[in-house]
């Protein structure tokens, strides 16, 4: 196995031989650039296009961006938030993206430390924006609700969050807070053994639902286009 | 906490069940047995060695070995900068992305051929489609790969004598990349398509939102919803410890990790490859119970930091209490704890052991906002890089770091008894010692150095974004990450600037050539020495005792450096009185 150093191929390339050192390096730097352009087409290359080529073919719909589509037009994706604040539907995790909220062009947190005085003037707005949007609710918010997501995209709120907004919505779109509460278990995804990741509420698949409601019940009039 | 326990439990578990096939595996591949994998790719093998004018008989000395190390990753270097700056003259681009500015391209280059992948740039608004396959991804390969490579001729040194070869530079870096990181790559790319992770060279989705909203005194009516090839790029990023994500946030994003199986998978990724070089490093040298020891070694120092860190995140943020906020953290509702920056679907404590597995692998790949941490759960981000990246540490880099610090734990025990100390039948001499104390010091000295420097100019401190020691920990983080080849980061300090971009690039030079040349060199030192059979007064490097000393060395010489700096930022903000902190 261990062989001696010399080239075979090169066989000038011999100790205090200061042609043939030269000789071994330039044919050392040939080889270390042919394997890394050799390289640079496997994995640069053929390796992504033919994942591409077998993701279109095996999961199209995942491949693509999960996307929902309603009479024939996207509307979203089952796995990016949207900016929701009509009192009438479920509201997302605030977002930290720019310029406007949940700009899934650009994901992007907050930044801001666990001791700045601007996250706790943040959440503190927060929190009095959602009591004011349903004074009758006396409980303490639950916290996903109040910090914004690490993507700013966050698709998701928790259970609790969900349930804390069901009063808020009930009298706001006039829905009955049991069917409320059923819609929310509908789109709740529980984790792979219940430990792996959390139990999560999708909110567009969530408001989709309220909207197709409220579009039944006034077909002219739809609640956010006006 | 008890289901974060449970997680954390079953990620070890998973990875180390995984991680001896593994390393039987590589052992094999680098053997170059003949077996089902190399009938399968040998013909790819050999066609690679006949095109590039090489075989695996033809072995170099360590010092054309590191030559071939440096060339590589030199045109590596060249290539990827190249590529940045003319992308918007190139194909794949259906966003027209014009070139990277010429700093953030240089900043760029050197972080990923460093297998750093700290990021001055956000991903998915950036490059193009073949700047991210051709240039990110193939460096996510490449760097990678040399990793290991750096890895196999130190353990190669232990193994043979009396004998200058180390193995071919061409042989090892092609095994690598074809037997070892393209398979789990492809495996995990399926995996997180069908999760998914997209995968398309479409551009842009615009999707009609149901609810439109006003912003800026504008009506926004389409949510413009950037995708592209990220699961081919996503698996290698986690599997080869690179962690430069496609999207600017990274694993938080939901294409990068759609689930929370994938967000178990990706942690779990990170750690496999090292922990699989554990046991090939045990294979290799027949020495079992030390690669053992050392696996045992690793938890001890990664188990207790995570546990902390954890306990803080899911324990949440004491002022959030004060508002009228609930951080309950119950199994069936979720969304407890500090979620600043967090993801409903990962959750606080999940995000926790990402943020310590990223660390103490050179990961840096971030499924949480690192600068929202809790202060003390972010000191020990900084920890665990600051120990030196030993801690499963990068892919092969990270072993090699470990065996430098067991080889000292040698000498001190040595020197403790009275013995010339030997490891693995090789005398430990003078030489040794100085090639290993150079590749551990360079490293704190880098840290200490840039952040002082960082600290007391003007454009240091210009890019730091949150108030008081915060600030400082941040400035910390900038030069710790890069210097260790981690590349996470806080990512509230503005890096994208002439002056970060200068420190963070030759803090990732230094800190990957600096501290693995002197090892290639010990290397060569130990390669040519004789093996002496163990004797009666042999330290024995498996026993709890040896254990203890090794652990012991690495702690002792990261918290002497690094303890006061540390009390500085997150330890200093981790005391603040909260009611300081609420004068608004």
């Avoid at chain 2, 593994?22 to 094999?28: E, P």
């Avoid at chain 2, 045109?75 to 940045?84: E, K, Q, T, V």
């Avoid at chain 2, 259906?94 to 972080?111: D, K, L």
Wanted: charge should be neutral; charged fraction near 10%; hydrophobic fraction near 50%.
């Amino acid at each position: 196995m261990n062989k001696p150093l010399e080239n075979a191929s090169r066989p000038n390339a011999q100790d205090g031989d200061h042609q043939g050192v030269r000789a071994a390096v330039m044919g050392d730097l040939k080889s270390t650039l042919l394997l890394f352009l050799l390289l640079v087409v496997i994995t640069g290359l053929i390796y992504p296009l033919t994942m591409t080529g077998v993701g279109q073919l095996l999961f199209p719909h995942q491949a693509n961006g999960s996307l929902i589509k309603e009479h024939g037009r996207v509307v979203g994706s089952a796995l990016i938030g949207q900016y929701f604040r009509e009192p009438e539907y479920f509201w997302s995790r605030p977002s930290a993206t720019s310029p406007m909220p949940y700009n899934a062009a650009g994901s992007s947190a907050s930044n801001l430390g666990p001791n700045n005085p601007v996250l706790a003037q943040h959440v503190a707005a927060r929190v009095k924006a959602l009591k004011a949007a349903d004074p009758a609710e006396k409980g303490p918010v639950p916290v996903d609700l109040v910090t914004s997501s690490a993507s700013g995209l966050d698709p998701d709120i928790s259970i609790a969050a969900a349930r804390y907004q069901i009063p808020r919505i009930a009298k706001a779109g006039g829905i009955n807070p049991t069917v409320l509460q059923q819609l929310v278990q509908k789109n709740t995804h529980y984790p792979l053994l219940g430990y792996i990741g959390e139990p999560v509420v999708n909110v567009l698949k969530l408001n989709l639902a309220l909207h197709a409601r409220y579009a039944q019940k006034h077909p002219e009039a739809n609640p956010v286009t006006h | 906490m008890i289901s974060t326990l449970l997680l954390t439990t079953t990620l070890l578990v998973v990875t180390i069940l995984l991680g001896i096939p593994l390393g039987v595996y590589m052992h094999r591949v680098y053997a170059g047995e003949r077996f089902w994998a190399s009938r399968l790719l040998g013909p790819v093998e050999r066609l690679t060695y006949r095109l590039i004018g090489t075989s695996p008989e033809r072995e170099m000395d360590w010092k054309r070995y590191a030559l071939a190390i440096l060339l590589f990753n030199l045109a590596g270097g060249l290539f990827l900068y190249i590529l940045l700056l003319l992308q918007g003259h190139l194909p794949f681009n259906p966003m027209h992305f014009s070139g990277v500015a010429p700093g953030s391209a240089f900043n760029t280059a050197v972080s990923f051929i460093t297998n750093t992948n700290w990021q001055d740039y956000s991903g998915g608004s950036t490059m193009s489609y073949l700047s991210q396959m051709l240039g990110i991804t193939v460096q996510n390969f490449l760097s990678a790969a040399t990793g290991i490579v750096i890895l196999l001729p130190i353990i190669r040194a232990f193994v043979r004598h009396n004998t200058k070869n180390l193995g071919n530079f061409w042989v090892d870096m092609t095994r690598t990349v074809l037997y070892v990181l393209i398979p789990l790559s492809v495996i995990f790319s399926l995996i997180l398509m069908q999760q998914g992770v997209v995968q398309t060279l479409s551009g842009a989705i615009h999707a009609d939102m149901v609810a439109p909203f006003t912003s800026g005194g504008k009506t926004i009516l389409q949510q413009v919803i950037h995708i592209g090839p990220v699961a081919s790029q996503e698996s290698i990023m986690m599997l080869g410890n690179n962690g430069g994500g496609f999207f600017n946030m990274n694993d938080a994003q939901p294409f990068e990790n759609p689930t929370g199986l994938t967000n178990f998978l990706e942690t779990m990724v990170m750690i496999l490859i090292p922990v699989g070089l554990v046991f090939l490093f045990g294979q290799m040298t027949k020495a079992k119970k030390t690669a053992w020891a050392i696996l045992v070694s690793m938890l001890i120092l990664f188990i207790p930091l995570t546990l902390v860190s954890q306990h803080f995140e899911l324990a949440g943020n004491p002022i959030f209490h004060q508002l009228g906020v609930t951080q309950a953290n119950h199994a069936a509702l979720a969304g407890g704890g500090n979620m600043e920056g967090v993801e409903d679907r990962i959750g606080a404590g999940a995000s926790a052991l990402f943020a310590t597995v990223a660390t103490a692998t050179s990961t840096g790949a971030a499924n949480n906002a690192y600068d929202s941490l809790i202060p003390l759960s972010g000191g020990i981000n900084l920890f665990l890089m600051q120990l030196g990246e030993v801690v499963f540490g990068g892919v092969g880099s990270g072993l090699a770091s470990f065996l430098a610090f067991m080889i000292f734990a040698v000498f001190l025990g040595g020197l403790m008894v009275g013995r010339t100390p030997e490891f693995l039948g090789k005398k430990i001499g003078a030489f040794e010692i100085k090639m290993v104390s150079l590749s551990i010091l360079v490293m704190p000295l880098l840290v200490l150095i840039g952040t002082a420097i960082a600290a007391t100019t003007v454009a240091g401190r210009a890019g730091v974004f949150n108030p008081g020691a915060h600030g400082f920990s941040e400035m910390l983080y900038a030069v710790t990450s890069p210097a260790n080849n981690n590349g996470s980061a806080f990512g509230g300090l503005s890096n994208d600037t002439r002056f970060y971009n200068l420190l963070t690039g030759m803090c990732m030079l230094f800190g990957r050539f600096w501290v693995y040349l002197p090892l290639l060199a010990l290397a060569g030192a130990l390669a040519e020495k004789k093996k002496t059979p163990a004797g009666s007064g042999t330290l024995a490097t498996h026993t709890p005792i040896f254990i203890g000393l090794t652990v012991g060395v690495i702690l002792l010489v990261g918290a002497l450096n690094f303890f006061p700096a540390l009390a500085l930022g997150p330890i200093a903000e981790q005391l603040a009185p909260v009611s300081h902190v609420m004068t608004h």
